[in-house]
């Protein structure tokens, strides 16, 4: 049997920018991506504590270092820039292998969305 487990999870960092023109998808700082061990292209949710809204939609790398979280495409109609949101994927995998499994938790300073900790 396989279930879907929390691989990754950028906890609370802040949208800095809103791309409605951009064709879909947040973009991550890469500094934020290496740490929670996501790629671009990967599936995420983006769950947002100021209105409650959920989106799935993928990952584009930001520049490293810079803090960009910026949501493009319809889901910059989800959140404004200022709003704190969870990023998190998951991944598929055998039942008794999720048992040990331990995903990336990453916790930045959600005023600059510098990396502060992260554990594996």
């Known amino acids: 049997m396989y279930i879907e487990v929390c691989k990754s999870k950028i906890h609370k960092v802040t949208i800095s920018e809103a791309n409605l023109q951009y064709v879909g998808s947040i973009t991550i700082d890469e500094d934020l991506m290496d740490a929670a061990n996501l790629i671009e292209n990967e599936k995420v949710q983006v769950v947002n504590l100021n209105n409650g809204e959920r989106l799935d939609t993928y990952v584009i790398k930001g520049k490293r270092n810079s803090g960009i979280i910026c949501l493009n495409g319809p889901a910059?109609?989800?959140?404004?820039?200022?709003?704190?949101?969870?990023?998190?994927?998951?991944?598929?995998?055998?039942?008794?292998?999720?048992?040990?499994?331990?995903?990336?938790?990453?916790?930045?300073?959600t005023a600059t969305n510098k990396l502060v900790r992260f554990a594996h």
Not at 78 to 105: C, H, N, R, T, Y
Request: net charge negative.
């Open 76 to 109: 910059a109609r989800k959140a404004q820039v200022g709003d704190v949101v969870i990023i998190i994927s998951f991944a598929m995998m055998d039942f008794e292998e999720a048992k040990s499994f331990k995903p990336s938790l990453v916790f930045p300073d």
